[in-house]
């Protein structure tokens, strides 16, 4: 086993922030003039919007854009969504709301409710959709965007026994919101945000230090800007690039495309293949995250092979040579000399 012993360094990443707060408090609103303050530039932003089309209302602050979710609202259908943002390359992506996946129609506490009704145990339910739930998880945590998560929350509980009247007794005391999804969701966020019926936001995780322990604000693109600035400040992430390559490789051969057995060829193959199928230059070397993220965004072998199939053929057809015009000279001549030739004599 290689071990190495280096020196602690914050690297520029990704950022993962969560905004939670009950309805009406300005999440979405929220979200999206961070996300304007991260990237810069309204047309880099994206919305995954399940709730029922309201990223739309919105539409005065830029020029961002909006993918519609549908129930049921499943990890997978989450994947397949943050996946196609990512390879559109926007920049910064909000799913609003994170809610649906565990607690709306066809998230992981309904999947639960059902496969309950055929299972011995609630342990065998969830051995199945931990780790459906963890995929949903660890997508957001490898994008190459960076992703905001809005979240409803609700008032939390805790039951304390006091006594009273000679006896001891469970009295429920009010200790805050709380997010509805799984436990410890905010705990995968760079920073976290509760906000209050009043629009106001606490930090209640905070790795970057610009938020703890400082007074309740309203998020703006001043917030996203300062979250910009302290990521600057971070070295480069170095990429590893015969990683990624294998990445791409093993990616290529999930989608069914065979390597000539010749290097040089195989090599000219893939590069032509990935410029197809993702816009992006295999040349380059920071490219290559975000090749690996959009080949993986093609689930069906047949889509793919399609798309690359059809822009071979159109190549091909736009390499054939023009047919040849027409002779107009000759075709000229010809008809002018017809035209002259005289007619015979009749006899007398």
């Excluded at 304007?36 to 994206?46: I, M």
């Excluded at 339910?125 to 905001?148: D, G, Y």
């Excluded at 026994?161 to 007794?169: I, L």
């Excluded at 629009?199 to 970057?208: G, L, N």
């Amino acid at each position: 086993m290689d071990i190495q012993i280096v020196k602690a360094q914050r690297k520029k990443a990704k950022l993962r922030v969560g905004i939670f707060g009950p309805s009406g408090s300005g999440k979405t609103m929220s979200a999206l003039k961070l996300a304007n303050g991260l990237t810069g530039d309204w047309q880099k932003v994206c919305v995954i919007d399940t709730e029922n089309n309201s990223a739309h209302l919105y539409s005065h602050l830029g020029q961002y854009s909006v993918l519609h979710m549908r129930a049921p609202y499943t990890p997978e259908s989450y994947i397949e969504a943050i996946h196609a943002a990512e390879k559109a390359g926007y920049e910064a992506i909000i799913i609003d709301s994170i809610t649906h996946e565990w607690a709306g129609e066809g998230g992981i506490l309904e999947l639960s409710d059902a496969l309950g009704k055929d299972a011995k145990s609630s342990y065998t339910v969830w051995a199945k959709l931990t780790p459906r739930h963890n995929k949903f998880i660890e997508t957001i945590l490898q994008s190459p965007a960076h992703v905001i998560c809005c979240g409803r929350s609700k008032q939390d509980y805790a039951l304390n026994q006091v006594e009273k009247n000679g006896k001891t007794v469970s009295v429920p005391e009010k200790i805050g919101l709380k997010a509805v999804t799984r436990e410890g969701f905010d705990y995968e966020m760079t920073v976290a945000f509760d906000l209050t019926i009043a629009h106001y936001a606490i930090s209640t995780k905070d790795r970057t230090g610009l938020f703890q322990d400082k007074p309740e604000h309203i998020i703006s693109e001043e917030t996203g800007r300062k979250l910009f600035n302290w990521n600057e400040t971070g070295a480069e992430t170095p990429i590893d690039v015969l990683g990624e390559k294998n990445k791409i490789k093993h990616n290529l051969a999930r989608l069914g495309f065979a390597m000539p057995l010749d290097r040089a060829m195989a090599a000219q193959y893939v590069a032509d293949v990935v410029k197809v199928l993702t816009e992006l230059d295999l040349s380059v070397d920071k490219n290559l995250p975000m090749i690996v993220t959009r080949l993986e965004a093609y689930a069906d072998p047949e889509g793919a092979q399609a798309t690359y199939g059809l822009a071979v053929e159109e190549r091909e057809k736009a390499a054939e040579p023009a047919p040849e015009p027409a002779n107009d000279n000759a075709t000229s001549a010809n008809a002018q000399g017809e035209a002259e030739t005289p007619e015979p004599a009749q006899a007398a």
